[in-house]
């Protein structure tokens, strides 16, 4: 079967400090995983702050260049798409979505510019009729319609609203991959579901994979089809997200479960003990 996107022993070392005190940091150490073209999924990445997540997404967006391996998208090198015209087109095929909604949009700008402005970027549509009409397509898609945002502003729309018109944005140029970084962390949570229930939609309705990294255990349980677990760069739990979700079997995934749902007392205590050693062992 043909791969989607393919990731093969992907590093990302970064060089910290100043002139005195330089180091160099893994940030991401040997990461393999692949997405496969004929079946869209939810691919999740979780691992709690600093554990490689972003800057696999940033490396697959081709915003960062790996350090080693490879990341096939189609199976081309990601790496290798620079030029204006093969990078529009990349960018049509692989949308991001960020965490931050209000940062997305400038506050100065009505909502609907920017739904206009990526019609006419990825997909050549002209007119302002064109422009409106793969607008309200793609708002249709997360329960809105270009009627009920026409001429608003940002902060005249809640976070939750203003994700899903992200996500609307996203949609315009018809992706086949989505990456969205922590997309609902800064969304109430009561309307979380609502958001990632919409990623359901897209991959069952629309064929659109998505890669939803989080720190949110009980969306990603939700919603994904496979799951990989991040610690300090490494991954050191992958596959069928309910079956590594229920039973981790890495200390750190049972950790990150158990500070997140506590189980019982004693599973929770081992998992402070857990967290503990590690502070010590980092300390030392
Ligand atoms: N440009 C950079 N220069 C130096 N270090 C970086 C850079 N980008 C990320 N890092 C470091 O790499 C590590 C991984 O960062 P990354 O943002 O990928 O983690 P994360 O799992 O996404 O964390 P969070 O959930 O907090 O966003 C961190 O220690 C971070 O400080």
């Known amino acids: 079967m043909s791969k989607l996107l393919e990731l093969d022993q992907v590093t990302k070392t970064f060089q910290i400090g100043g002139l005195l005190d330089r180091a160099t940091l893994q940030a991401v150490k040997g990461v393999s995983f692949d997405i496969d073209d004929a079946k869209a999924e939810i691919f999740t990445i979780v691992g709690e702050s600093g554990s490689g997540k972003t800057t696999i997404a940033k490396m697959i967006l081709g915003n960062e260049v790996p350090t080693t391996g490879t990341i096939r998208f189609e199976g081309r090198d990601v790496t290798t798409v620079r030029k204006r015209r093969d990078r529009l087109d990349f960018m049509k095929r692989v949308q991001p979505i960020f965490q931050n909604p209000f940062e997305a949009f400038n506050p100065l700008t009505p909502i609907d510019l920017f739904l206009f402005t990526t019609a006419k970027q ?73 958001i990632v229930n919409l990623f359901q939609h897209l991959r069952d309705d629309l064929g659109v994979s998505i890669i939803y990294i989080t720190h949110d255990l009980a969306t990603a349980y939700y919603i994904s089809d496979r799951v990989i677990i991040m610690h300090r760069g490494d991954v050191v739990e992958a596959g069928n997200a309910q079956e590594v979700l229920d039973n981790p079997k890495h200390e750190y995934s049972t950790a990150l479960k158990n500070a997140v749902l506590p189980p019982d007392p004693e599973r929770a205590s081992a998992a402070l003990r857990h967290r503990r050693a590690e502070r010590q062992a980092e300390r030392a």
């Open 122 to 194: 990825f997909c050549g549509a002209k007119t302002r009729a064109e422009q409106e009409s793969q607008a309200d397509k793609a708002l249709q898609h997360v329960g809105l319609s270009l009627a009920e945002i026409k001429g608003r502003y940002s902060h005249e729309l809640s976070g939750g609203q203003l994700q899903r018109i992200a996500v609307a944005r996203a949609l315009i140029p018809e992706p086949k991959l989505i990456v969205a970084d922590e997309p609902v962390s800064m969304v109430d949570a009561s309307l979380r579901m609502s």
